[in-house]
Nanobody, 127 residues
Framework: QVQLVESGGGLVQAGGSLRLSCAASVSTFSSYVMGWFRQAPGKEREFVAAISWSGGRTDYADSVQGRFTISRDSPKNTVYLQMNSLKPEDTAVYYC????????????????????WGQGTQVTVSS
Protein backbone atom coordinates (compact mmCIF):
# COMPACT_ATOMS: atom_id res chain seq x y z
CA GLN A 1 0.00 0.00 0.00
CA VAL A 2 1.37 3.37 -1.04
CA GLN A 3 0.88 6.30 1.31
CA LEU A 4 1.49 9.84 0.13
CA VAL A 5 1.81 12.87 2.38
CA GLU A 6 1.87 16.39 0.96
CA SER A 7 3.29 19.44 2.67
CA GLY A 8 4.33 22.98 1.85
CA GLY A 9 1.01 24.63 1.14
CA GLY A 10 0.05 27.99 2.57
CA LEU A 11 -0.94 31.57 1.87
CA VAL A 12 1.14 33.64 -0.54
CA GLN A 13 0.71 36.90 -2.41
CA ALA A 14 0.33 36.97 -6.17
CA GLY A 15 3.73 36.76 -7.83
CA GLY A 16 5.17 34.75 -4.97
CA SER A 17 6.48 31.19 -4.80
CA LEU A 18 5.81 27.99 -2.91
CA ARG A 19 7.32 24.54 -3.03
CA LEU A 20 5.12 21.55 -2.36
CA SER A 21 6.56 18.23 -1.26
CA CYS A 22 5.08 14.76 -1.39
CA ALA A 23 6.67 11.99 0.62
CA ALA A 24 5.90 8.40 -0.37
CA SER A 25 5.99 5.47 2.02
CA VAL A 26 6.88 2.84 -0.55
CA SER A 27 10.42 1.66 -1.25
CA THR A 28 9.58 1.16 -4.95
CA PHE A 29 8.77 4.86 -5.34
CA SER A 30 11.23 5.18 -8.21
CA SER A 31 9.15 2.73 -10.27
CA TYR A 32 6.10 5.00 -10.58
CA VAL A 33 5.05 8.05 -12.50
CA MET A 34 4.12 10.77 -10.02
CA GLY A 35 1.63 13.52 -10.62
CA TRP A 36 0.18 16.66 -9.09
CA PHE A 37 -3.46 17.60 -9.44
CA ARG A 38 -5.48 20.45 -7.96
CA GLN A 39 -9.07 21.22 -7.14
CA ALA A 40 -10.41 24.73 -6.76
CA PRO A 41 -13.67 25.45 -4.92
CA GLY A 42 -16.66 24.49 -7.05
CA LYS A 43 -14.50 22.97 -9.76
CA GLU A 44 -13.43 19.49 -10.75
CA ARG A 45 -9.97 18.22 -9.95
CA GLU A 46 -7.53 18.96 -12.76
CA PHE A 47 -4.11 17.81 -13.87
CA VAL A 48 -1.17 20.07 -13.04
CA ALA A 49 2.06 18.19 -13.71
CA ALA A 50 3.58 14.72 -13.95
CA ILE A 51 7.05 13.23 -13.96
CA SER A 52 8.13 9.88 -15.33
CA TRP A 53 9.47 7.13 -13.09
CA SER A 54 13.00 7.85 -14.36
CA GLY A 55 12.60 11.60 -13.96
CA GLY A 56 13.52 12.12 -17.59
CA ARG A 57 10.10 13.26 -18.79
CA THR A 58 7.77 15.89 -17.42
CA ASP A 59 4.39 17.16 -18.55
CA TYR A 60 2.48 20.25 -17.51
CA ALA A 61 -0.94 21.73 -17.89
CA ASP A 62 -0.94 24.74 -20.20
CA SER A 63 -2.04 26.95 -17.34
CA VAL A 64 1.14 26.31 -15.34
CA GLN A 65 3.69 25.72 -18.11
CA GLY A 66 6.73 27.90 -17.55
CA ARG A 67 5.78 28.75 -13.96
CA PHE A 68 5.70 25.37 -12.20
CA THR A 69 8.42 22.71 -12.11
CA ILE A 70 7.96 19.11 -11.01
CA SER A 71 10.95 17.10 -9.83
CA ARG A 72 11.68 13.98 -7.85
CA ASP A 73 14.34 12.79 -5.44
CA SER A 74 14.11 9.01 -5.54
CA PRO A 75 16.53 8.26 -2.68
CA LYS A 76 14.27 10.43 -0.50
CA ASN A 77 11.04 8.97 -1.96
CA THR A 78 9.86 12.53 -2.52
CA VAL A 79 8.37 14.48 -5.40
CA TYR A 80 8.28 18.28 -5.48
CA LEU A 81 6.26 20.97 -7.19
CA GLN A 82 8.02 24.32 -7.36
CA MET A 83 5.44 27.01 -8.06
CA ASN A 84 6.62 30.45 -9.14
CA SER A 85 4.78 33.57 -10.31
CA LEU A 86 1.67 32.39 -8.52
CA LYS A 87 -1.69 33.81 -9.52
CA PRO A 88 -4.97 33.98 -7.59
CA GLU A 89 -6.38 31.40 -10.01
CA ASP A 90 -3.79 28.91 -8.71
CA THR A 91 -5.70 28.83 -5.42
CA ALA A 92 -6.75 25.21 -4.83
CA VAL A 93 -6.14 22.07 -2.83
CA TYR A 94 -3.14 20.36 -4.39
CA TYR A 95 -2.95 16.58 -4.46
CA CYS A 96 -0.02 14.30 -5.05
CA UNK A 97 -0.72 11.03 -6.86
CA UNK A 98 1.14 7.87 -7.82
CA UNK A 99 0.53 5.86 -10.98
CA UNK A 100 -1.45 2.66 -10.56
CA UNK A 101 1.11 0.83 -12.73
CA UNK A 102 4.88 0.63 -12.43
CA UNK A 103 7.29 1.58 -15.23
CA UNK A 104 4.66 3.16 -17.45
CA UNK A 105 6.22 4.64 -20.58
CA UNK A 106 3.99 7.71 -20.68
CA UNK A 107 3.05 10.29 -18.08
CA UNK A 108 -0.73 10.12 -17.62
CA UNK A 109 -2.71 13.32 -17.31
CA UNK A 110 -6.03 11.77 -16.24
CA UNK A 111 -7.08 10.91 -12.70
CA UNK A 112 -8.09 7.30 -13.30
CA UNK A 113 -4.55 6.33 -14.23
CA UNK A 114 -3.40 7.21 -10.74
CA UNK A 115 -4.16 4.67 -8.04
CA UNK A 116 -2.82 6.38 -4.93
CA TRP A 117 -3.55 9.84 -3.58
CA GLY A 118 -2.43 12.07 -0.77
CA GLN A 119 -4.77 14.00 1.48
CA GLY A 120 -4.07 17.33 -0.23
CA THR A 121 -2.53 20.61 0.84
CA GLN A 122 -4.19 24.02 0.54
CA VAL A 123 -2.56 26.73 -1.56
CA THR A 124 -4.10 30.19 -1.37
CA VAL A 125 -2.85 33.05 -3.52
CA SER A 126 -4.04 36.51 -2.58
CA SER A 127 -4.29 39.34 -5.08
Amino acid sequence: QVQLVESGGGLVQAGGSLRLSCAASVSTFSSYVMGWFRQAPGKEREFVAAISWSGGRTDYADSVQGRFTISRDSPKNTVYLQMNSLKPEDTAVYYCAADRRAFRRVTPVVEYEYGYWGQGTQVTVSS
